[in-house]
């Protein structure tokens, strides 16, 4: 079973994931996460949209969903990615708290509900870089050059606000590396289309780009550290060397399925099916 939030009704390929999910073996139900219930007590129920149904052999979180993800957890349901693991890719400071952890190269981060213009200027000089730390696809991300940047800009923070030294020399371009399974799969590289950010949905393009034994090693340790199965490592090409930017628990593919360099809903399901022995 794979569980989307409801704004993903619009389009998000469910024939595709269908189709490759039949090719590995799977009846894939597509599921959204509004319509799910569960009765517990002297017997395990899960409903879905009132009807009830067999406990999923795994569910795909393709939302951040604690309560969902959980629920399944508990009741014995395999879960891709976990709870935990989400969790810290969900919040962009917790996410680099575990990277420092793990000893994973990365940009200078202050994180916290107010990481203060003064102490993130005289750390990281001007500009320097602030992000909601709840966010996706490059929403609430900005350049902050003065405190009147910063005073305005804090109030949008979701969940907190992470600061980070601006790094010139990779702005404006990227390198999102595809793990799963502890596997680095897939690699574009990302050129924004407007500002410094360079994310596809923001109008950016994409390019094929190499997976080198250095790229792809730095990845898995990137998704591991988080604890991920499954995910998308953002990597910036610093003066000093190769830093992870971010690490996205519910990664899109259709980037690098636009390509046709490699095909993420394959290796997903190849990947799922060696967990359940098929």
Known sequence: MMI?????????????????????????????DDTLSWGVGKETLLFVDGVKRDLPDIAVMRHYDTAV??????????????????????????????????????????????????????????????????????????????RGDYD???????????????????????????????????????????????????GGSIEPCTLTPELSSLAVAASGALGLEFSGVDIMESAHGLLVCEVNGNAGFRSVSSLGTADIPAELFAYLASIVGR
């Open 69 to 146: 993800s959980l629920s399944f957890e508990r009741l014995g349901v395999r879960t891709v990615n976990t709870s935990a693991s989400m969790s810290l890719s969900y919040n962009k400071g917790l996410t680099h708290v575990a990277l420092s952890a793990a000893g994973i190269p990365m940009p200078e981060t202050l994180w916290g509900s107010s990481v203060g213009y003064d102490r993130a200027s005289q750390m990281f000089g001007t500009p320097f870089v602030l992000k909601s730390a709840v966010g996706s696809k490059g929403e609430r991300v900005w350049l902050v050059s003065s």
């Open 4 to 32: 989307y939030p409801r704004k993903s009704l619009r389009d998000n390929g469910f024939e595709w994931l269908k189709k490759e999910g039949a090719r590995a073996g799977f009846s894939v139900d597509i599921a959204i």
């Open 152 to 202: 305005s800009l804090l109030p949008l923070c979701d969940g907190g606000a992470v600061a980070q030294r601006y790094v010139a020399e990779a702005s404006g371009r990227d390198i999102r590396v595809w793990v799963i399974g502890g596997r680095a799969v897939a690699a574009v590289r990302r050129i924004g289309g407007r500002d410094f950010r360079s994310n596809y949905s923001l």
